[in-house]
Each structure stands twice: as C-alpha cells, then as structure tokens.
C-alpha cells in the first residue's frame, strides 16, 4: 500500500478526500478510538470569533493568539479552513447523498463589560469586510428582540451573521461515505506496533501493513502510537464536555456566544458547550463540568438555570499551547507524517489540513504549521 492513513476523525478522512481527489491511492485505518472529539462537537464553524469562554483556560499570550483579531498565521488558518466548508458542502452531499446540514445561524455575542464590549467594536470593521455582518448596541429592547428572557445585567451585544453550524456526526458519515465512493479503502482495525524502520505496521488482527507513506491522524493518541520512533510532538490532551436541555419552554432562534455557547440544534435541544481542561485524558463526564455550563449559559440567559439536562457528553481533544496545528514529517525522510493539535476547531480546520497533508506528502511543499 503507497499511501496509509491512521485515523478515521476529520483530519484523516478529509486527507483522504484530497488524495484520492488527487487520484493517488489510500487506506485508512480506522482504530476505533473511543469518544472522539468530532462527533460529538457543537459543529461551530467561526473563523473571526474566539472559542467560547476561551479566557478561562488560557494565559494572557495564549488570548491574545485567540481572537477576534487573531495574528496573521491564524486568522488566515481561520478563514480559509472556514471558506474550503462553503465550498465543498454541495460537493459532498451529492457524493455521498448524506446531508449534514450547513447552515448559517446568527450570532449574539454576549459582553458583559466595557472592554469586551470595544473590542468588538473596534473589530467590526474587519469582520464585515470579511463579509460578516455585525450590528452592536447596548439597547436592552433592541437586545430583547433578538432572544427573548435574555439577561438585564449585559453590557451589551454584538449581533453577527455569517457563521454557520452543522451536524457533526452526520459530517463525519458523509466525510467517510464520500473517501469510499472515491475508492478510499477503509479498514477497521487497530495499530499494535508501528515498524518505522521497516515502514509497516501490525494489525491487531495480526495483518501486517506496507506503506510508502504513513499519514498518523490520531488526535490525542497521536504521541502513543509514535511512541516506538522516540519522536514526540509538541501537544497535549484536552478534556472537553457538553451538555444538552430541553426546550419545550424557550425559544433561541439564535447562537448566543459567552462564557460558554448555547444553541438550539436541529434534535430540538439546546445545545450548552464546552469546558475545556489542559492534560486531562478521559472522557468521563463530571457534575462539575454540568454545573459550570448551566451556571455560564444562566448568565446568558437565566432561565436555563432550571431546565432538565437529558444529554451529557465528553471527548479529549488534542491541543496546543499556541493553539495551531502540527503538520509535518515526523522524522526527515521517513515516509511519516503527523497532523494534530486541532483542539475545539478540528471540524473547521478539517478541509484545509487535508490539502496541505497532500501537498506535503504528494506535492512535497513545505507545511506552514510545522511539528
């Protein structure tokens, strides 16, 4: 086999879209990791917004690395991961005839003081040339229009059209029907021992694997299953959770973004996300982490301190310091190439990491986000 990727998540199954578009044979191994972060996502798409809540967890440097006016190598990460989704949702859809649908869904941005409040202000300009619409106000009856029960004690809000959401796991079953109807060959097994010297891989089944090229999209489980090269790369897992209420009592017709995000997806819940904690590797859910996302999204929106939660789930991420990917050769001409460090933004990032994986590997032009 010339071409064989580990990992069926978005980074691998969109390396695999780009390869086989690019007629060049390839395999994945799926590996079957368990609660992977992208299926069960919020399915935010939002190149010029920060992660919500996002200032809780990071260090002044690392907030300022986050947005909405990001430095220059990640807001154009942002943007063209963001415009590679507008463009290929048709495309897929058709291929695969799954539809996860792709949808624009305002935002509300939630400032609680004045300095939230001008900075999204002095950004606003750029946003809309970058075809975001963003209307700010501090009128309480203009804020209460767009969501009903909002909270008095806000300073203010920033009403932005443009992004958009989608269904996570159906992305990822059209992503993986529409590699196969390509030609993509999937093989749902697990990684026992990697050979690098060798280039082959061990199967759990016990089949042995020959590769030209080993592409290793493993999220979080990348740095175990390299672990054989003595190599490591510069990343670390992320616990993440989300929550999930019933509606039958509120109407959000809006994405209201904060400390946390609230937003009511198509299952007709409302969708509360996410926590985020540095060097945690497991994917039990907490109390803990339900009660700081309702007691976050309550600041939004109050009445959602007393609604049932009827869905709670957590996935580790992978993540970096600086928040970019790792793209890369993992060792100078030895066929393996590692891409990770997607964090909260895998989903968006996706499309983009993809093409460069086969320009890297095929086209053998540099990474712009080296290991």
């Known amino acids: 086999m010339k071409n ?25 191994i ?43 190598n990640q807001k154009k990460l942002a943007l063209e991961s963001f415009l590679r989704h507008k463009s290929n949702y048709k495309k897929l859809v058709e291929l695969s005839g799954i539809d996860y649908y792709l949808e624009d869904i305002p935002t509300i941005q939630v400032c609680f003081d004045e300095d939230e409040f001008s900075s999204i202000e002095d950004s606003q300009e750029e946003m809309q040339s970058l075809g975001f619409n963003v209307k700010t106000t501090q009128d309480y009856k203009e804020i209460e229009s767009y969501q009903e029960g909002i909270s008095s004690e806000i300073f203010g809000i920033a009403l932005i059209t443009g992004s958009l959401f989608l269904d996570a796991n159906l992305f990822i079953s059209c992503m993986r029907k529409s590699a196969e109807t390509l030609g993509a060959k999937i093989i749902n097994d697990f990684v026992e021992e990697l050979f690098h010297k060798d280039k082959q891989l061990r199967l759990k089944s016990g089949e042995i694997i020959d590769y030209e090229n080993l592409i290793i999209c493993a999220g979080p489980w990348t ?19 989300i929550i999930k209420l019933e509606s039958s009592q509120i109407s959000i017709n809006n994405h209201l973004h904060g ?31 339900e009660s700081k996302l309702i007691n976050d999204a309550s600041l939004m929106l109050p009445i959602l301190s007393n609604q049932k939660v009827v869905e709670h789930t957590a996935c580790v991420r992978p993540a970096t310091k600086d928040g970019m990917p790792r793209v890369g050769e993992l060792i100078q001409n030895s066929g393996i190439f590692v891409a990770t460090g997607g964090g909260g933004w895998g989903i968006m990032q996706s499309f983009l990491i993809g093409d460069l994986l086969k320009n890297l590997v095929i086209d053998e032009v540099p990474s712009l986000y080296p290991l």
């Open 30 to 72: 799926e590996c079957g990791f368990p609660n992977t972060a992208s299926r069960s996502a919020l399915g935010r798409l939002d190149p010029i917004l920060k992660g919500a809540g996002s200032a809780g967890h990071l260090s002044d440097q690392e907030q300022a690395l986050s947005g909405p006016l990001k430095p220059e």
């Open 4 to 28: 064989v990727i580990i990992g069926a998540g978005v980074f691998g199954l969109a390396t695999a879209l780009s390869f086989r578009e690019a007629l060049e044979d390839v395999t994945i």
């Open 259 to 289: 400390p946390c995000s609230v937003v009511k997806k198509r299952d007709g819940l409302i969708w509360i996300g996410a926590t985020y904690e540095d060097e945690i590797f497991d994917s039990n859910i907490t109390l803990e982490a």
């Open 223 to 241: 740095n175990q299953l390299i672990s054989s090269t003595g190599e490591t790369v510069d990343m670390f897992p992320a616990k993440g959770e």
